[in-house]
């Protein structure tokens, strides 16, 4: 499965199919996408291939725990870190190009979920996480 940013600077390729996946509705994930969620796979790092402009991804903390990447070219969000998992690294799901073998199985952090959104897909949720 390929990814890449809008600019198409940052190019990853990942090797195995996402350990899990799920749609965030946290305040951070909704300021740093500009939307009113997130959806992200959780990815062994290893299985991640960066392909091309591993370089141009710039990192943000946007906790003591978190760090995000982005493309600095075009502000794409690449990556999501939790220290507190320092194998895995979490990618946005839209940013694939190819079809996805995984889809967002439950809802996080819903408790900050906007106004306007309705979720009715009929997954789990959960107020803060899993
Ligand atoms: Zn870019
Ligand atoms: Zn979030």
Known sequence: MNASCLCGEIKLRLHSPFISASTCHCRQCQKSHASANAAYGVALKTDIEWLEGKKK???FASSDQVKR???KNCGTNIFFYDKSHPNHLDIPLAIFDS???FEPEYHIYVGSKVSWETINDGLPQYEKEK
């Open 57 to 59: 991804i710039k990192k």
């Open 69 to 71: 990447g982005f493309c």
């Open 99 to 101: 079809k996805i073998n």
